[in-house]
């Protein structure tokens, strides 16, 4: 009986197989004799309900080009383009219909359209098509930009689109790229033979130009056995060059990536910084209220979304200040509801602030849902950009820039302001400042106020990186913690210092034992560290830390 | 004198402790018809309570006592556990899924070749006790000693501890250190022979617990009701003015540090018992956190506060969850809010508070400096 | 002066980020001397102490105590050795009663296992009763120390000091915020003690000195000013200058 | 004195459920089919509401209840009343066990219905198989069990990572050459990897090609691993991306990719653990093009689909909620369920187990599922791509339904190994080889 079932379970993968039985690659349709249909009819393969065709067909518009090519493409990526069951093609723009092929209007809504299927194959040979049109036609941007692309991804059935392009006149700036895109695709398999001094020459080029992308390129050359050998040594060594480039590159890479985790937990500890470091509060609520920040931007983007789309790639700017407010505002609210009645008790103040962290989070569980919401990234921190062989992500980058704001802010407010120094004279000896006149309760507040309205802005750059869900918050508070003690409590520069050295010490520890190891020994590096320097890196020195 | 009516207290706690498992046992015994008889499910719980009894008991020696905040116990407890736990999937031989005599089914079915040898002698259960209190007291003895000889205290010493727990717990997350990972060891069939799962088993189980429940809280009476009990609150409350008198506190400290991790542990191998399963999720510093609202529930530095508190919490925990199954965490969050806004000394206190005589006196009424720090 | 020296500090110096507290300290005390030493605030007084009691450890010169070297040893083994402190803010252990307190400070027991299985002798109760008495504590002896007066806590605080019978006492402002009565009354102990042990007196108030009657030791600016009699001492134009800052 | 508060329990069980029901029926009590009466059929819903795994099993739940809710208005179950008896185990692992034993030996409910993660199934099997309980299980899982108690309504290894894998291969999928299978460090992805390396080693892809990586749950910075993907996809072949990151990890991940420049036509990341329920999360712009394998998607357009996402919006009163995966399990499981009890006529679980075995129930997407032996169902595999509304666009699917493997023949230790119910092997882990029962468990 199993048996049976064994067999039916073989049929099955059997068909799997089959479903993807190997078909000939694009590049090849290209060069070979194109299928009998579609040379009469260049837009046939379109309407075919399977990928391969209709990759193959958009990959000859983009090349052989077509009288309504451009339209058609631009059609197809937008979702447009439609097979009715006649084997028209049609655009629909809004309710009105042109038939593709000649771009006349039609009437009447044509019967039984289906859209035209797409997949990432059909997507890839668009965005290359896309990029020949745009080589040609496009406008300075435009054409970099796609030059880039075909560098990217050379396709040699692209060569006499990129020679037409590099035969024309062009701007200084295209010639770079497109002698790139030139050499990667004299490299890539089904191109034209040049012999070995072209495909040498073209090595060289792309091991100037370097990157992971060119190197890909070699790689690939290298490896095939059909390509002249003294052209795939210098390939090789093309390799060897480029990687070493990259390694270099890769340590800058690394410390990049170490400070962008040490802003982030600079972030979230900085709140506590203040209100455990600055106040002795120690506030198990902290990463519920950098969920609240997190929350308080996604608000802001949904109203922003509903009231003004237009200024929706705004959302992030107007959270700051939305989010400070917010959870200063709720910051307040528990220092003078709960945390007033447990100064000197450090410890209940734990379990307090505890048990607010359970109701915060259960109730914006049932508020918003357990599940994640959505926080756009604004196109304008999407992406990332190349220095040098250093690839710098927007985001993180953006909220490097922020934590140090954030950090400048802080240290403004203590230092210069009227309010810092309250906060500092209620802290260091809390009756004098009450005999001198200050409203301590009043500072309290305020502190701790100012200390979750930083948590809040946390909460905003997280929004970012991570989820937002009702549990964001317990994925800080242990780091937050680690931090601040870490960095000495109290020490503002301690706390920027610990910050950024678990971060670069995380970052530089997870390629060589892997990310989990990597914590658990800066874990233990910690415990040892302040089991011989018990107060942190920058321990507050005087009289009054004894006691 | 110090702390006399809680100690009273301890007794009276121990005895109740042991009558009511002693009535639970039995009333699971008797045939379900019988109208006193008792669920196995609430043994299983009642067992549960008592483990998790012995942990809060070992946060408050150290807390109430020493004032060391730990908010990393349940890693002593865990590692009990797991200790507990090796000895028990032994006991699993050939029974297991795949029938391997040697290696537990986790090991099989991610292809492990032989046992790691830190298992080994993990199927003796003379071993297993060894182990059960050297892991976590080694642990324990190596970290106090680096702690307190370089005489780190209040939240520094609470956030390391906090730190180790969470360390252990990625740690045994990870698969490849050969604890089954995620999933922890689960699926226990029997202990010395007797089936985990016959009621006669578990009532047995639970009287083990009350029994050991009830000698831990004898013992640390003994330890801090004593002259050795004076010069822990005059550690916890006047550390350097006992180093001035000629005494060490960190020895001090380091000899019921390593013996609440003892107790802790004995705890967490009971709890697995009972329980069925030990994984990395009982590092989680979340739990130690709790096992810390436990004791200031039920007052802490009083012993049978300790007890009391665990077994209130965890009860509404289980009731709360199978009520309010949206709404429990209110419910839990404003229990911790409420008692520390007005049972500042927990139920015990309220109990004192209650009925007060003149000038009795306990560790609780001065507020501890070493907190503060 | 007969009498090999008790206490002894040469040339002792110690800094705190860049302030130097105690500046090539020198000084010396003899077998069953009573020494009180005075100085404007800063001047160190209590930075030797902390020297003294190795709570403080030197950056530089010797610190002996009847042929031990106290700059090797931690708090705890030198109180071992025979030198008792009293803090100037009186430290008793308050949440025990002034009984346990002074159980505490009994001489002997001091290894936590030992203190373990100890219970308390009947002579270890006669001792404590006895410094009751000297400390006229008697009455409050089930009080929890936490509720005595403050020139009660300070007695306490000595009385603990003999319950670890000293060789050495160090009393840093003993009679700070007492009345004039405790003062005298406190002068007289001291006085007492002093027939049976060393001791070292930081004070202020001259006329607590004067009471004493005992030599003077001015501290200024982490270094002996001057040294003697406190007739001598006073008439000393440097001292005035310092004290009267003219 | 626990045993009385026990008892309360169980009464206010009762009035919690009613209460709820009563709140849920709401508006629909106007069409009702003969009212159900007698002692109602009491079944379990053991799902997370609290703690992480509450974002994934909430919405379980809610399924249940709809579903109780709807086959009340056909009349109960054997002419009684169904009651959905809720519990919180709060993402604890130990709680499930502990909740799972109350459902069974206090509330006695005829089934349960729950857990998401391997482990919380791992903690309650011991329990059902001790008070001979059933189980409904929900979610994919790495398969190699097979329990007498457990009925496994989602995807074995081989009904969702070889079929995904499959079609990363062929040419529509993108033809990929190298392989990194990236996932979260628990059993789901190490033993869904190791069987996946092994299929990929007879694929003829060689260990150099394949890279592996986990990461701690809840990792939220990937950018080491998103850049050693990125290094990792440069050797000249098309690579692809299997990811078996748990939920919460996944929105940094993507966001990650998305930041580095990787777009799914470069190097696609065929995920197994992101749904629609997922999506609804993530700022789907970037994520246009990558790929997920389930036996279901809310996308699929069959009049049945249609039907239960009017039924859940309707129940849900939000016409944006979505459904997934793990839903229509418990879909066919709650149908398959009912079934069996109907056909047993009683709900004696050694009955309803018995019966269980062959029976089919149409599921959302216009197949069948049937019971197999080995406690697993039929399902078919579907791969689609994420689109910019956040559903899914089926780009591929299997022939025909397969049936799910407790024990894969890609692992060594498990190569001989079946589950069948039936007289006369009645073993879950039966050695074809051997001709024996391994282990002593089920006897």
Not at chain 2, 105 to 128: N, Q, R
Not at chain 4, 246 to 265: C, H, M, R, W
Request: net charge neutral; proline share 5%; with cysteine.
């Amino acid at each position: 009986m199993s048996d049976r079932r064994r067999r039916i379970a073989l049929l099955a993968l059997l068909g799997v197989a089959l479903a993807g039985a190997p078909a000939p690659s694009r590049a090849q349709t290209v060069d070979a004799a194109p299928p009998v249909a579609a040379a009469a009819d260049p837009y046939a393969g379109l309407t075919s309900p399977h990928f391969e065709a209709i990759a193959a067909a958009v990959g000859r518009l983009g090349t052989e080009g077509a009288p309504q090519a451009q339209a058609v493409l631009r059609a197809l990526s937008a979702h447009h383009l439609f097979v009715a069951e006649d084997g028209g093609l049609y655009v629909r723009e809004g309710e009105s219909w042109t038939d593709a092929r000649t771009g006349a209007p039609v009437t009447s809504a044509p019967a039984g359209v289906r859209a035209v299927r797409e997949n990432n194959r059909v997507r890839g040979a668009l965005a290359q098509a896309m990029a020949g049109q745009a080589l040609l036609a496009g406008d300075a941007a435009a054409r970099r930009d796609a030059a880039a692309r075909l560098a990217d991804h050379p396709d040699p059935a692209m060569l006499p689109v990129v020679d037409r392009a590099l035969a024309t006149p062009h701007e200084a700036g295209l010639e770079a790229p497109l002698r790139r895109a030139r050499a990667a695709m004299l490299l890539s398999p089904g191109a034209p033979a040049t012999g070995e001094q072209a495909q040498s020459a073209a090595v060289r080029v792309l091991r100037d130009a370097g990157g992971l992308d060119a190197r890909a390129v070699l790689a690939r050359f290298a490896a095939d056995e059909t390509a002249p050998a003294e052209a795939r040594q210098a390939a090789q060594s093309a390799i060897v060059t480029i990687d070493r480039r990259i390694r270099l590159w890769s340590l800058a890479q690394q410390v990049f990536y170490g400070l962008s985790l040490g802003s982030v937990l600079l972030l979230a500890a900085m709140g506590l910084a203040i209100t455990f470091g600055v106040m002795g509060i120690i506030n198990m609520a902290h990463g519920e209220l950098v969920m609240l920040g997190a929350y308080t931007t996604y608000l802001t983007q949904k109203t922003l979304m509903a009231v003004a789309p237009g200024l929706a790639a705004f959302s992030l700017p107007l959270a700051v200040p939305a989010a400070f407010l917010v959870c200063g505002a709720a910051g307040m609210l528990i220092e003078r509801g709960l945390i007033r009645f447990l100064y000197g008790r450090p410890l209940e103040t734990l379990l307090a602030t505890w048990g607010l962290s359970l109701v915060l989070q259960q109730a914006v569980r049932s508020l918003f849902g357990p599940t994640n919401v959505a926080v756009a990234t604004p196109g304008w921190l999407a992406g990332s950009f190349q220095l040098g062989g250093l690839t710098v992500t927007l985001d993180r980058f953006a909220i490097m820039l922020f934590a140090g704001a954030v950090m400048g802010a802080v240290f403004l407010v203590l230092r210069r302001t009227a309010l810092g120094l309250q906060m500092r004279a209620v802290t260091q000896n809390r009756r004098m400042a009450a005999l001198m006149g200050i409203r301590t309760a009043r500072v309290d507040a305020l502190t701790f106020g100012l200390g979750s309205g930083v948590a809040g802005l946390a909460g905003v750059a997280v929004s970012q990186i991570d989820n937002v869900s009702p549990n964001l918050g317990q994925g800080y508070i242990i780091d937050s913690f680690l931090v601040v003690v870490f960095g000495g409590v109290g020490n503002l520069w301690g706390t920027l210092a610990a910050a950024m050295t678990l971060g670069v010490g995380g970052k530089a520890l997870e390629p060589l034992v892997g990310a989990v190891s990597g914590k658990i020994l800066l874990l233990v590096l910690v415990i040892l560290f302040i089991q011989r320097h018990p107060r942190g890196m920058f321990p507050l020195r005087g009289r009054g830390v004894e006691s | 004198m110090t702390g006399e009516f809680a100690f009273r207290g301890v007794v009276r706690t121990a005895a109740a402790v042991l009558v009511v498992a002693a009535l639970l046992a039995l009333g699971s015994l008797l045939p379900a018809s019988n109208p006193l008889s008792v669920s196995p499910f609430v043994v299983t719980l009642a067992g549960k309570y008592l483990a998790y009894a012995m942990l809060a008991l070992a946060v408050d020696l150290v807390w109430g006592f020493v004032g060391i905040l730990t908010l990393g116990h349940a890693a002593f407890f865990a590692l009990g556990g797991y200790a507990m736990g090796m000895y028990l999937v032994r006991e699993i031989g050939a029974r297991g899924v795949y029938g391997n005599p040697d290696l537990p089914d986790f090991m099989v079915f991610l292809s492990w070749k032989s046992l790691p040898w830190y298992w080994w002698g993990s199927d003796h259960v003379l071993v297993a006790a060894v182990l059960v209190l050297a892991v976590p007291g080694a642990l324990a003895a190596l970290f106090g000693w680096l702690a307190f000889r370089s005489r780190v205290g209040g939240v520094y010493l609470s956030i390391i501890t906090q730190a180790l727990t969470y360390a252990l717990m990625l740690a045994f997350f990870q698969n490849g250190l050969g604890f089954g990972g995620n999933n922890g060891l689960t699926d226990f069939k029997d202990v010395l022979g007797f089936d985990l799962h016959q009621p006669g088993t578990r009532a047995g189980l639970l009287i083990i617990s009350a029994l050991v429940l009830a000698g831990a809280m004898l013992a640390t009476r003994a330890l801090v009701g004593g002259r050795f009990g004076r010069l822990l609150i005059a550690v916890r409350d006047a550390q350097s003015r006992t180093r001035f008198l000629g005494y060490r506190p960190d020895q001090v400290k380091l000899l019921v540090w390593v013996a609440s991790a003892l107790i802790a542990a004995v705890g967490g191998a009971l709890y697995v018992l009972q329980v069925g399963i030990i994984n990395p999720g009982e590092f989680a510093p979340a739990n130690s956190i709790e096992s810390v609202i436990w004791v200031a529930v039920g007052g802490r530095g009083t012993l049978s506060g300790a007890v009391i508190g665990a077994v209130l919490v965890n009860l509404g925990k289980t009731l709360f969850t199978a009520w309010l199954p949206e709404l429990w965490l209110y419910g839990l969050g404003a229990l911790f809010i409420a008692t520390t806004l007005f049972l500042p000394q927990g139920l015990v206190g309220l109990g004192r508070h209650i009925n007060r005589r003149r000038d009795e006196v306990t560790p609780e009424v001065t507020r501890p400096a070493g907190d503060a720090a | 002066m007969s009498g090999e020296a008790l206490l002894e500090l040469r040339g002792v110096s110690v800094t705190f980020d860049g302030f130097r507290a105690i500046n090539d300290l020198s000084l010396s005390l003899r077998q069953g001397e009573m020494r009180a030493i005075v100085g404007p605030n800063g001047a160190g007084k209590t930075t030797m102490m902390d020297i003294i009691t190795g709570k403080t450890r030197p950056d530089t010169g010797v610190v002996r105590f009847a042929g031990h070297d106290l700059t090797k040893r931690d708090e705890a083994a030198i109180a071992r050795l025979g030198i008792g402190r009293k803090f100037q803010k009186p430290t008793v252990f308050e949440a025990l009663s002034v009984r346990d307190n002074l159980l505490l400070s009994l001489k002997g027991l001091r290894s936590p296992f030992a203190l373990l299985l100890a219970r308390e002798t009947a002579e270890e109760a006669g001792r404590i009763d006895a410094l009751l008495g000297i400390t006229r504590l008697a009455p409050h002896a089930r009080v929890q120390a936490g509720g005595l007066s403050h020139g009660q806590k300070q007695w306490l605080e000595i009385g603990m000091l003999l319950g670890q019978e000293p060789q050495l006492l160090l009393v840093d402002e003993p009679v700070a915020g007492m009345t004039d009565a405790e003062t005298m009354a406190t002068a007289d102990l001291l006085r007492d003690i002093n027939r049976t042990r060393s001791v070292v007196v930081v004070e202020h108030d001259m006329e607590f000195v004067r009471a004493l009657g005992v030599g003077v030791t001015v501290l200024h600016e982490g270094s002996v000013l001057a040294e003697g009699a406190l007739e001598a001492v006073s008439a000393d134009p440097r001292v005035i200058d310092v004290y009267l800052g003219r | 004195m626990t045993d009385p508060t026990m008892r309360f329990t169980r009464r206010d069980f009762a009035r919690f459920s009613l209460a709820a029901s009563a709140a849920m029926l709401g508006g629909s009590r106007t069409l009702r089919a003969a009212p159900p009466s007698g002692e109602p059929i009491r079944i379990g819903v053991l799902h997370s509401l609290s703690g992480t795994m509450a974002i994934s099993e909430t919405t379980l739940k809610d399924v249940i209840l709809m579903l109780v809710e709807l086959q009340n208005r056909k009349g109960g179950v054997l002419g009684r009343p169904l009651e959905a008896v809720v519990v919180d185990p709060a993402s604890n692992w130990p709680l499930f066990a502990e909740k799972a034993r109350q459902l069974l030996a206090v509330d006695k409910v005829s089934a349960a219905f729950g857990c998401w993660t391997s482990v919380s199934r791992k903690a309650v099997l011991p329990v059902f198989e001790e008070l001979d309980g059933i189980l409904f299980y929900p979610v994919q899982y790495e398969g190699q069990e097979c329990s007498r108690n457990v009925f496994y309504m989602g995807a074995a290894p081989n009904q969702q990572a070889i079929p995904a894998v499959d079609y990363l291969l062929s040419e529509d999928g993108g033809g990929a050459k190298r392989f990194a299978l990236v996932g979260t460090d628990y059993v789901y992805p190490r033993t869904t990897n190791q069987i996946l390396q092994s299929y990929l080693k007879q694929k003829g892809i060689g260990d150099a090609d394949v890279m592996v990586n986990y990461t701690p749950f809840g990792q939220s910075d990937w950018q080491t691993i998103v850049s050693q993907i990125k290094a990792f996809g440069s050797a000249g072949r098309k690579t692809a991306v299997v990811s078996t990151i748990n939920g919460d990890a996944n929105v940094p991940f993507y966001k990650e990719l998305a930041a580095q420049g990787i777009s799914a036509t470069d190097i696609p990341v065929m995920a197994f653990s992101v749904g629609e329920e997922e999506l609804a999360g993530m700022d789907t712009k970037p994520l246009v093009g990558q790929l997920a394998a389930w036996n279901y998607f809310e996308s699929i357009d069959t009049p049945a689909n249609q039907a239960f996402i009017r039924e859940w919006h309707g129940f849900t009163k939000n016409p944006k909620r979505t459904t997934n995966d793990p839903m229509e399990a418990h879909y066919i499981g709650f149908n398959l369920w009912v079934q069996a009890v109907t056909k047993a006529g009683t709900t004696d679980h050694d009955k309803v187990i018995e019966t269980m075995v062959g029976l089919k129930q149409p599921n959302l997407t216009g197949g069948v599922a049937e019971v197999l032996p080995n406690h697993h169902i039929t399902k078919p595999v579907y791969i689609g791509e994420i689109q910019e509304d956040g559903q899914f666009n089926v780009v591929w699917q299997t022939p025909r339904e397969i049936p799910g493997q407790a024990w894969s023949p890609f692992v060594p230790e498990t190569r001989n190994l079946i589950g069948d119910w039936r007289a006369p092997i009645r073993c879950g882990n039966y050695d074809t080889v051997k001709k024996a029962c391994l282990g002593t468990r089920h006897v």
